[in-house]
């Protein structure tokens, strides 16, 4: 179902940006730096996904994960960049080191199947896969 690529290269990071810029999605630089520590640095991630039923699965998705009131939130800010036939990547732009993101796909058919993967950013804009646990602890 799901097919992963964790993280994004230059090459592919820039063919990402070009490809969401002629979609009128998204614009702005690459990857963003706001001064010369690797702490203030914000990346673009992205996880790869493959062809699925648009019948059964959902679109996928791409959150970062804070701590808020009462438990975890989810802000959905990524960007579906393909489609059901050709399979594609969810894109999160503008993501600081050290937080949390997760990707998924819902399985509308047995939802028990649905996709949830958590991940922390790494100084650099690669992707280290954790358990909720771990990410919880991160985040407090």
């Known amino acids: 179902m799901a097919e992963e690529r964790i993280g994004m290269n ?4 820039e063919g990402a940006q070009q490809s969401m810029e002629d979609r009128g999605s998204l614009s702005g ?3 963003e730096q706001a001064g010369d520590s690797t702490c203030d640095a914000r990346y673009n991630v992205a996880r790869k996904f493959g062809c699925y039923n648009h019948r ?7 959150a970062v994960v804070s701590l808020g009131d009462g438990g975890l939130c989810y802000d959905f800010t990524g ?9 594609g990547e969810v ?4 993501v600081g080191a050290n937080a949390i993101v997760a990707f998924g796909q819902k399985d509308n058919r047995n939802p028990k199947y649905t996709e949830n993967e958590w ?5 650099g804009g690669d992707l ?9 602890a991160w985040l407090l």
Not at 91 to 94: M, N, T
Not at 128 to 136: F, G, I, N, P, S
């Open 128 to 136: 280290e896969h954790v358990t909720r646990a771990k990410a919880r």
């Open 79 to 87: 960007v579906w960049l393909g489609d059901s036939d050709n399979g």
């Open 91 to 94: 894109v999160i732009r503008g």
């Open 119 to 123: 991940y922390r950013v790494l100084p």
């Open 56 to 62: 059964r699965y959902s679109r996928p998705w791409g």
């Open 29 to 31: 630089s690459s990857a």
């Open 10 to 13: 230059q090459d592919s990071l």
